[in-house]
C-alpha cells in the first residue's frame, strides 16, 4: 500500500491511495456490500456509479465465503466478480450490533450466529485470518464498539480491551495485506487519546476513527472528529467509520479524514430517499405521482437518463426490486460525484464554497 | 401491424410481426413486466437478454398509469423505458384470479381492487379503453376465464359471455392499435370450435388460444392446442396465452403457435429454478455451494460470464435482490435464446431434431 498527498487546503487533503487491486483517490466513498453485494446491484451498476471500492463485512462472509475463498485459491474480488480494491470490516462492530448472547473474554467474543444460531466464538487472531484469506486490500482490527451512552469506567474498559486485540490483531497478521488501527473511547477525549497513542505505537498502516455514529448527538461527533482527525499520523490514510450525511462527510473531510463509508445511500435509497444537489427527495411523496422528470434533470446516472420520478415511484409502490435498484445507483452516483466534487475543490481551493453548498443543502431541508 | 410468414414446417412457421414500436421475429416469447417492469430487470437487462417483447397487465396499469399516458400524452413504452413492442392482457384473467368478491353482470364484473380495497367495475369497453391509453402495440379482448374443472354447462356459459365481450371490446376500439380475439369454451372441443367460430365472423387482428395452463393436466392442454392452433386462421399471430416450459413451447410451435408468454423463466429465477440446454439446475441444492463454475459454460449471459453458481446460492441465502436479478436474467436469456433456436431450426428444417433434444432434457429431468 502507498499513500500519496497531492494537495492540501487547510487540514483538507486530496490524496491517491494505492492497494494491491488499484488506485484510489481520496477523499473516498466506499459503498458497502456486506455479503460480498451491494445490494441488488451488478459489478456494472458500480462502476457506471463510478464506484472506486467497496466495503465487505468479514462478520458476514466468515462462515462461507473466506473459506471458499481459501479452499479454492481465490479472492474475495473473484468471488463477487469486483476487480477494484475492498476494505474488510473485521467484524467487530457486527458482533456487538448483531449478536444476541456475547460473551466476552480476553481471548475474543463468543456469540449466536444470528443466520442459523450456531454458537461462533471470534476473537483478533480469526478475524484477521478470515480476511486474509478473504485478500482484502485493507483489513481492519477487531475491536469492541463501546455503546452510546456508556460511562468513562466501562468505556475504558472497552477500550483496553480494544487496544489489547489492537496487538492481537497486529500480531497475528501473517500477510502483507495492509492493516488499519481503530481509535477508540467513546465519547470521552482523554480515553480516545491513550486509544490513539497506543495504537501509534503499533505503527498500523492506517488510523480510523471508530465507535461513532452509535447514536450520540451531531456535536458530540463533530467535535470528536474536528479535535481527533488531525491527530491521527498525516502520512497515512485517516479513515471516519460509519460516517455518513453528505454535510458529515464534507466537515469531516475539513478535519483531515480520507476515507468512509456509510450505508445511507443504498439503505436510504431502497427507501425512497433521494440525493439531490437541492437537499433530499422522497419518492413516496403523493406530489411524485404524476411527476415525469428525472430525480435530478442535471444527473447523468442511468436512473436520471431512464426513469422518472413518477415511474420509480409506482415501482416502489409496486414493490418492484427495481425501484430499490435504481433508487440505490442514483444514491450510489451522488454520493461518488460529491467525493468527486470534494477532491476537485480540495484541488483547486474551492472546498471553502463547496462546504457552504453541501451544508446548506441538506441542514436546511433535512 | 402486418405480418409474414417466412418459412413453413410442418404446421410450424417462422415470420416477421411488424409493430408500432418495432419487428418481431415469430415465434417469439414474450417476457412478462406485469406492472411496466419485469421484476428487478432494467431495459438494458432485458435488451442484453434479447429480448424483443414485453407483455404488461392493463388490470395492474388501469387505475394510475394509464391515466398518466393519457394525460400527459405519452405512451407506456416512454414512461418505463422501453421502446419496443408491447402486448397489454386487457385483465380478463386477474379479475377472476385475483379479486374477491366478483359480480359479473353481461355489462362487465365488479371487483374489489386487491391492492387497496377499492370497488372497481372492469368492462370490455373500460378494458379497451385503458389499452389504447396505455398506447398498446397489441390488446387482447377482455373475456372471462373458465376455472378448472368446470361443467360444459357453466363453461359454455362463461365462453357465451365471453363471446358477447369479445363484440363489445371490437365495437369499443376506437384506435387503429391490433386487436386480438381469445378462443373460450375451456376443456370442451365443442364448445372451442363455437367460440372459434363466432370469433373469426368479428375478424381480429390475431387469434388467441385462452383459459389453458389454469391447471388441467399436461396432456389435455397439449391435446387442445395440437387441435386448435392448426384451425387459428393461417395469416395472422397464434398466441398461445401463458404457455410455459420449453418442452410446451415447442410442442406448441410444431402445432403452429407463433406468440408466448409465461411467468415461468422470471418467477421460477427468483426462486433459484434455472434452465440450461441439460435441463434445470437448482441453485438451492448444497451441492452447489462450492461450485465456481457459471450455470452453463456455454451460456453468454451477463450472470454466466460474471458469476459462479457458488456466488448465486450465496447471494440467494443471504435475500440479496442480485441473486433474483441474476438468475432471472439468464432464465430470460435462456428463453430468448431457445426462441431464437426454434426459428432458426424453422428456417433451416431441424425442428424434429431440436423438439426432440428439448423434451429430452426438460422431461427427462423435471
Redesign the interface.
Known amino acids: 500500500m502507498k499513500f500519496r498527498i497531492k494537495k492540501k487546503c487547510h487540514n483538507a487533503r486530496s490524496g491517491l491511495l494505492e492497494l494491491q487491486h488499484g488506485s484510489v483517490r481520496t477523499p473516498v466513498f466506499m459503498t458497502i456490500g456486506t455479503?460480498?453485494?451491494v445490494?441488488?446491484?451488478?459489478?456494472?451498476d458500480l462502476e457506471n456509479c463510478k464506484t472506486e471500492m467497496m466495503l465487505c463485512n468479514a462478520y458476514?462472509l466468515m462462515n462461507?465465503?473466506a473459506n471458499?475463498c481459501f479452499?479454492?485459491s481465490?479472492s474475495l474480488h473473484e468471488?463477487?466478480?469486483w476487480d477494484k480494491p475492498i476494505l474488510t470490516d473485521s467484524g467487530g462492530y457486527q458482533v456487538f450490533s448483531l449478536s444476541s448472547l456475547t460473551k466476552i473474554s480476553e481471548e475474543g467474543v463468543t456469540f449466536k450466529s444470528p443466520q442459523n444460531g450456531d454458537t461462533i466464538f471470534l476473537s483478533p487472531e480469526k478475524a484477521i485470518d478470515v480476511q486474509i484469506k478473504l485478500g482484502s486490500d485493507i483489513m481492519m482490527i477487531f475491536d469492541e464498539c463501546a455503546k452510546y451512552p456508556l460511562s468513562w469506567e466501562l468505556t475504558r474498559t472497552s477500550m483496553e480491551l480494544s487496544l489489547h486485540w489492537a496487538r492481537l490483531s497486529k500480531n497475528s497478521n501473517y500477510s502483507s495485506n495492509p492493516l488499519f488501527g481503530i481509535v477508540q473511547g467513546g465519547m470521552y477525549d482523554d480515553l480516545r487519546e491513550i486509544s490513539l497513542n497506543e495504537l501509534l505505537n503499533l505503527n498500523f498502516d492506517g488510523y480510523a476513527l471508530g465507535g461513532l455514529s452509535v447514536g450520540e448527538p451531531n456535536e458530540l461527533r463533530e467535535d470528536i472528529v474536528t479535535n481527533f482527525a488531525p491527530k491521527l499520523p498525516f502520512d497515512k490514510p485517516r479513515y471516519l467509520m460509519g460516517v455518513g450525511k453528505p454535510q458529515d462527510i464534507i466537515r469531516a473531510v475539513n478535519s483531515g479524514i480520507d476515507m468512509f463509508d456509510c450505508v445511507i445511500p443504498t439503505r436510504n435509497g431502497r427507501n425512497g430517499q433521494l440525493f439531490t444537489n437541492n437537499g433530499t427527495v422522497n419518492i413516496r411523496n403523493k406530489k411524485y405521482?404524476?411527476d415525469?422528470e428525472p430525480i435530478d434533470s442535471g444527473c447523468p446516472c442511468?436512473t436520471c437518463k431512464?426513469?422518472?420520478k413518477?415511474?420509480l415511484r409506482?415501482?416502489d409502490k409496486?414493490n418492484?426490486?427495481?425501484a430499490?435498484?435504481?433508487m440505490s445507483i442514483h444514491n450510489v452516483y451522488f454520493y461518488q460525484d460529491l467525493m468527486s466534487r470534494i477532491r476537485a475543490s480540495i484541488e483547486n481551493d474551492s472546498l471553502d464554497a463547496l462546504s457552504k453548498d453541501i451544508i446548506e443543502a441538506f441542514e436546511e431541508k433535512k
Open positions: 455479503y460480498g453485494a445490494r441488488g446491484l451488478c459489478k456494472n458476514h462461507n465465503v471458499i479452499d479454492q481465490i468471488y463477487i466478480s405521482e404524476n415525469l442511468f431512464n426513469y422518472s413518477s415511474m409506482h415501482l409496486c418492484d426490486a427495481l430499490a435498484r435504481l
